[in-house]
């Protein structure tokens, strides 16, 4: 079966400082990948998507980049973090580029910059 | 307007009662409809998928579609304090867009 995994949990940051999240899919070939952040109230915000090794489409223009290195890992990363940058970052993968049959999301890593 | 509404509540109902949580929208192209389940401080699970209209039952969860309305509903039936969550509907057809979610509190 299908799992994905996504760490840290939790993260602590101050301003300025740089950021690495990883997320890793098993048990699938060639995923569609996803980053989004979640606000309070505001649902699911779209940041990153991949639909493969080495392609990253951004929605979003913001302090935040995206990379693909390996068919099964997405790593979202920020040179310097910002007090907006602060939220919950969930990582998800589906099977189809548009998502058809639902996306499979990570437990979310709740980062908070200070 | 956006292409999805969801109240966002919070809804608070005593255990055993029945839940309605809805979603509207306003793209026709829409064919796939899905509920989603968060628990606080995970991320969102896969709930309920269906295809265009009508209903679909699994257990005490019921979804249903009215294309024609352009609204989506999720049933629960005898609801249990651990039903407590935030409820997202999500739907696609070029492209696949979430509600913003609905807290629900079920009260023992």
């Known amino acids: 079966s299908q799992t994905i995994h996504q760490w840290p949990a939790t993260l602590v940051q101050p301003v300025g400082s740089p950021l690495s999240l990883e997320c890793t899919v098993e048990?699938?070939?060639?995923?569609?990948l996803y980053w989004y952040r979640q606000a309070a109230g505001r649902g699911l915000q779209l940041l990153f998507y991949?639909?493969?090794?080495?392609?990253i489409s951004s929605e979003v223009p913001q302090n935040l980049s995206a990379s693909r290195p390996q068919d099964r890992q997405f790593i979202l990363s920020s040179k310097k973090l910002l007090l907006s940058d602060s939220g919950f970052y969930l990582c998800?993968?589906?099977?189809?580029?548009?998502?058809?049959?639902?996306?499979?999301f990570g437990s979310g890593t709740r980062l908070t910059v200070v | 307007q956006k292409e999805v509404e969801q109240d966002p509540g919070p809804l608070s109902v005593p255990e055993g009662a029945i839940v309605s949580l809805n979603c509207t929208y306003s793209?026709?192209?829409?064919?796939?409809f899905m509920w989603y389940r968060q628990y606080s401080r995970k991320g969102p699970e896969l709930l309920m998928y269906?295809?265009?209209?009508g209903n679909k039952e699994d257990g005490r969860f019921t979804a249903q579609v009215d294309k024609s309305s352009k609204y989506i509903s999720l049933f629960i039936r005898d609801s249990q304090p651990s039903d407590s969550a935030t409820y997202l509907c999500?739907?696609?057809?070029?492209?696949?867009?979430f509600g913003t979610g609905t807290s629900l509190t079920v009260i023992p």
């Open positions: 793209n026709s192209a829409f064919q796939y």
């Open positions: 048990g699938t070939s060639n995923p569609n």
């Open positions: 991949s639909v493969g090794i080495g392609q």
């Open positions: 269906t295809y265009s209209s």
């Open positions: 998800a993968w589906s099977p189809l580029r548009q998502g058809y049959y639902g996306y499979t």
């Open positions: 999500a739907m696609s057809g070029n492209q696949f867009y």
